[in-house]
């Protein structure tokens, strides 16, 4: 199935920006149908759904726990989640889930909508998220990501310039014993122009210098225990598709490791910003936290021929998992700076233990510690710090 939405905030050219980054495609991003709102309101509902940890949708289920308790079913499966599926808002649902004709028509309503997802392809028949609605939840992410950064000024980044083979390409004044088939015929004529020249002169000229780039590859290591579930998994997911476009963009690798009490996805790095978005946007949390598991596949799935090697873990807990987790956690952090990969963290709202170990998991690593407090900034946090490291 294919799916299609339109975003208006963005222009003609941002848009091919996003569409060539991800390989999805013009029928994906362009603006296309009618149902337009209706299609992002599906894919908000979808996103909403998996930061909260739902995988199927079952009416009954959501019906009951919203007459038992809204506050606890706002918390369970989200605010955005039940307004959509319901087209009540909350504090209407509040007021009236004890009355009996409004009961029977939120159950309805919810049934509905169920339906409707269904028919367009977005769950299949069990009410389990199918491979489109991934696909539109991961589409929804990542122009929202996206656009958000392109207000930034952030998009498109201002990066060097590289030739065809992938090398660096600088410039300087043009110096005797150049190769004319240097010269830098468009930055020569720009100069000529600022110059107020009517030819280009000799002291004009531009020279295109080539050296090679440093190989680099990052690692994205997402903490998806049961604590990160609702608004901060939204925005570690947000913060792993700038990183993924960015570094992409700059023609290095991204890899990812979603992490709990178990390892549930990992990418070795890679340029396909299309496969890892997919990989990020089905992100689900829950059970406890294992930083030893994790940083020892993050070692796994780096390749020993990349020159600069990177992990970001971004976390809000304490490891959780083993006989004892900080040792666990720090040795496997030794084996990794063994390795020769550096080893920064993103911690959100860490308490005074979490803090201590955080500082010793980046100085063993040699990476960088951030306290995020507000985490609306996560995605300028994780580019800040690919940024320093590349």
């Known amino acids: 199935m294919v799916v299609a939405f339109s975003l208006k905030s963005a222009g003609d050219a941002y848009r091919s920006q996003v569409e060539k980054a991800s390989g999805l495609g013009g029928a994906v991003i362009s603006s296309v149908i009618k149902k337009e709102k209706r299609t992002f309101e599906q894919g908000s509902l979808l996103n909403e759904a998996l930061d909260h940890g739902l995988a199927s949708f079952t009416p009954d289920l959501l019906f009951e726990h919203i007459v038992k308790s809204y506050s606890s079913a706002k918390q369970l499966f989200g605010p955005k989640l039940l307004r959509f599926l319901s087209g009540f808002s909350g504090s209407f649902i509040e007021r009236n889930?004890?009355?009996?004709?409004?009961?029977?028509?939120?159950?309805?309503?919810?049934?509905?909508?169920?339906?409707?997802?269904?028919?367009?392809?977005?769950?299949?028949?069990?009410?389990?998220?199918?491979?489109?609605?991934v696909e539109l939840a991961a589409v929804l992410l990542a122009v929202q990501e996206l656009d958000k950064l392109s207000e930034k000024g952030l998009l498109p980044s201002k990066k060097k310039s590289?030739?065809?083979?992938?090398?660096?390409?600088?410039?300087r004044n043009f110096l005797k014993g150049d190769s004319y088939k240097d010269i830098a015929v468009r930055k020569s004529v720009h100069s000529a122009v600022r110059r107020l020249h009517k030819f280009v002169q000799v002291h004009d000229l531009r020279s295109k210098i080539k050296k090679s780039k440093g190989s680099v590859s990052v690692i994205y290591a997402l903490d998806a225990s049961a604590s990160m579930r609702g608004e901060k998994i939204a925005m570690a997911k947000r913060a792993g598709v700038a990183l993924a476009f960015k570094a992409i963009e700059e023609k290095d690798e991204v890899g990812l490791v979603v992490f709990n009490q178990k390892i549930s996805s990992a990418v070795r790095p890679c340029s396909d910003f299309h496969f890892l978005l997919e990989n990020i946007a089905k992100v689900r949390a829950f059970s406890q936290t294992d930083f030893a598991l994790m940083v020892d596949k993050a070692v796994e799935l780096f390749s020993e021929t990349m020159a600069g090697r990177h992990l970001i873990i971004l976390t809000d807990a304490l490891p959780t998992v083993g006989f004892d987790p900080e040792a666990e956690a720090l040795k496997a952090v030794s084996r990794a700076k063994a390795n020769n990969i550096s080893v920064s963290l993103i911690g959100i709202n860490l308490n005074?233990?979490?803090?201590?170990?955080?500082?010793?998991?980046?100085?063993?690593?040699?990476g960088r510690l951030y306290l995020a407090?507000?985490?609306?900034?996560?995605?300028?946090i994780v580019l800040e710090d690919y940024l320093s490291f590349s």
Request: hydrophobic share 35%; aromatic share 6%; no cysteine.
């Open 97 to 133: 889930v004890r009355i009996p004709e409004f009961r029977k028509e939120l159950k309805k309503r919810l049934e509905d909508g169920v339906d409707a997802l269904k028919r367009d392809g977005f769950l299949d028949h069990e009410g389990n998220i199918s491979d489109a609605g």
């Open 162 to 171: 590289f030739s065809a083979s992938g090398e660096v390409v600088d410039f």
């Open 352 to 366: 005074k233990k979490g803090k201590s170990l955080a500082e010793k998991i980046v100085q063993i690593g040699e």
């Open 373 to 380: 407090s507000d985490i609306k900034d996560l995605d300028l």
